[in-house]
């Protein structure tokens, strides 16, 4: 009989066993007996243990043979069985990988391993190791059962799904997204004429509450992630001509490679706003990271997004960026920094402006603070069209925009499924034609929470 054919086949653990340790759930170790316990250098356990204090005693018992049994692959395949059932994860798997040193095919250190690896996080080689299991001709009809059982609990982690509501509530200072000037000049040829903006079509200034609900699955597998998600999101305020309704959908898929990851975002949004259908965007984006042991990983990521105003086919565009940036950890700080070119394609020769690029910067931050972590961004953009924007505003300069943004959220869990958040963000934009200048400030309280 080979020693492969004796370590499956003889074993002493009961079907009481399946339920007697606080990590492995459907472990039984296999503990040979006869010529496979023919082992000098350490005193047998007549019956193992049910409880893991049991293992912890058995494990100490144990640890004063480790010098005497080097070469005992038995040996360490029941030591880091008692260190894995007592809690020592990492103990146990360099114990039962000491075990499959001296005996790759010692089935009891095979289980256990595998198990091991599945409580480190390592489950795609957790899954593999059960499957070799599996496939075995001289696994025991009895274990069969157990291990395809654990089998499908495993290959079930691989997919996680997730719902997701998150309310806030707070005040902006420009619930439309309007402008704040109260009059605009019109240059006629020999004159200017200024004109008042009505008061309803300026910047307005309320409560609001907004809500979203959404859905995600994760499909997980060794070198990738596939992510599937839909959304919809409701803002409902005082000013009742701003309220607004969104629904979402993306798919993202994630590579991992030795030096590199690699992730491909799709997502199209649809927004109706006051009462009417508003606009469809279709975004796909590619990100290249590279991995490198320095504190700071760089990355590429160029975008490209469609844009339909449904009811002003004039205003569509199709809008590229290339951006680049760094993704930095220094002790408790994430420092991510981004620069942007962006080139927006007029899609019809009627949109006012025609053509028009630019650039961005941004600055995020990340540190934990309190029981939470405490996050920020500074933001700061510039873009000028290329064509006229309209020939009597300006003089029919061609327009051009520079934004500044500045956001602060504090965010804490209050359980492991729920968090509460509150936040500020402000934002200013200046133009040279007076129509496109704006300002706002929000603050929010917000609940969040995942089930």
Known sequence: MTPKRTMLSRSNCSREGLNNTLKV??????????????????????NLPNTPQGWKTLQESLKKDTQHCLKSSVFFALYGAAQLNSGQLNEAIESLERALLLDPNNGAALIDYASALYY???LFAAIDLNKQLLAREDLPANLQPMLNKRAQLWQSKTLVQQRRIDVRAGHDSNLNGATFIESITLNFPGQDITLPIEENTRAVAGRYIDVSIDQESVYHSAFSKQTFSVGANLRASEHSDSNYFQLSAAYTAQYTQPKRIWNWDNAIDYLHYNDSPLALTVSSTLKHQWLTNQACQPFIQPSLEHLTVIEQRELNALTFKAR??????????IIATRVDYIQDYALSSARPGGDSNGWSVDLQWQRPLFKGAISGELKYSQVRDQLSYNELLDNGARRERVRKEFSLEYSQPLTTKSRFNVSLSKQRQTSNIDLFKQRSTRISVGFNKTF
């Open 25 to 46: 759930v459907g472990l039984c170790l296999l503990l040979p007996s006869g010529a496979a316990w023919a082992e000098n250098c350490f005193s047998t356990p007549k």
């Open 120 to 122: 480190s996080g390592q």
């Open 324 to 333: 680049g940036g760094l993704l930095c950890r220094f002790e408790r700080n």
